[in-house]
Each structure stands twice: as C-alpha cells, then as structure tokens.
C-alpha cells in the first residue's frame, strides 16, 4: 500500500500522536528513552511530534498553521546520506515542498539533512503529498516502515507496548484513551502499576497532554 493512503487526516494525525505520546509517558519514565513524543509549542503555532525507535530512525511530525510536514530517517535505507559519499540529501525529497512548511525543518534538533523521505500537505491541499524521487531498483525510503510505526488503533499500541515495553496493558482503558477520556491517575495506575502516578500525571499536566 502507498505510504499516503496511511496517513489520516492532519487534525486526526495530531490527536492520535498526542495519545501515543501520552502513554508513552505513563509507560517510560525516562523521556530520551520514549518511542513517541509531543511538543506542544516547538515554535510560535508550530507542534511537533516524534517517533524514535531506539535504532537509528525517527519521523517527524509538524502542526503548524500553514499545513503540515513530516520528514523520515531510515538509517538503512540507500537514500540516507550516510550512504553517499557526497553526503548529501538524496535529489528529489524536497522538492516542491513548500517553502512555508519547509521552513520549519530549520528548527534547532530537527536536523533537516538526516532524511530518506519528506511527506506535507498544506491546509488547501486534499491529499498528503511526497517528492518525485528516483530510487535505486530496489531500494526502500524507509516510508512505509516507519508510518506504520503509528498505531492507529487501540489494538495496534496494545501490541506495540507488549513487543517494545514488554508490558502487558489492560485494552479497555487504552481505547479509554484512543476515545479521548481524560486521563485520571487511576487509569495512569492500571497502565502502569510500578510508575509514581501522581508525578506521571503532573508531567503529563506540564506537556498539556491532558485535558
């Protein structure tokens, strides 16, 4: 399947990094350490979420009010510039990305040029839109592999946690979450007996991750 046809819309997209990030939170006490993040004010209007696998890759997410841009790093992909002697980003990715949501990509921590995949979708446009690039036969950008680290379902993070965290989470209050139920310290407890809810919950406060 095209990597796009993934992605749901950007208010949704949002929304849905945010609960991952919250849960992650309930989940990990040490934040570097954590698979998903949110940021709600990296800049003035601009949010910014982060996917990082511990081995190498990440994706990041941007919300501002122009539109919204994603950009990609596998670092096994031959599109890495690490892969190239010239070390350079690979030709195409950035093409005809607008200059309003390719502006955000400047942002001290993003590093702009550990990329193998660029993804945006302005306000007006009706789809995600990605780059023209052509790829070695063969070759993979890393897309598909890393969008399909967001979990789009209760089930789906369930799972997750079980394979990542090695933690075993109790369904009906993670799709309590999914549903967007404010998240009370009991629920923090029932996720995550052995974490100091009531400290979670704080934090959970200063990143305005809940309501």
């Not at 990041?60 to 596998?74: H, N, R, W, Y």
């Not at 660029?118 to 839109?129: A, E, F, G, L, V």
């Not at 809810?197 to 406060?205: D, G, H, I, N, Q």
């Amino acid at each position: 399947m095209n990597p796009l046809e993934l992605l749901p819309e950007p208010e949704s997209l949002k929304k849905l990094m945010i609960v991952q990030a919250a849960l992650n939170t309930i989940l990990c006490e040490t934040e570097w350490l954590r698979y998903h993040r949110f940021v709600q004010e990296l800049d003035e209007g601009v949010c910014v979420a982060k996917i990082d696998n511990g081995a190498g890759d990440h994706l990041i997410l941007l919300f501002s009010v122009e539109g919204s841009i994603i950009k990609g790093f596998d670092h096994e992909s031959p599109l890495s510039p690490y892969a190239q002697d010239e070390h350079r980003v690979w030709p195409g990715i950035y093409d005809n990305v607008p200059s309003e949501l390719f502006s955000h990509l400047e942002h001290e921590g993003i590093a702009k040029e550990d990329v193998t995949f660029c993804i945006w979708r302005k306000n007006s446009d009706s789809s995600w839109q990605k780059g023209k690039v052509k790829m070695p036969r063969g070759a993979d950008d890393g897309s598909a592999f890393l969008i399909g680290a967001i979990y789009r379902t209760p089930e789906e993070f369930v799972q997750f946690a079980k394979d990542y965290y090695e933690l075993a989470l109790p369904a009906e209050v993670v799709e309590q979450v999914y549903e967007g139920v404010p998240i009370t310290i009991e629920m923090i407890q029932m996720l995550n007996p052995d974490c100091a809810a009531e400290e979670v919950y704080r934090e959970l406060e200063s990143m305005r991750l809940v309501k």
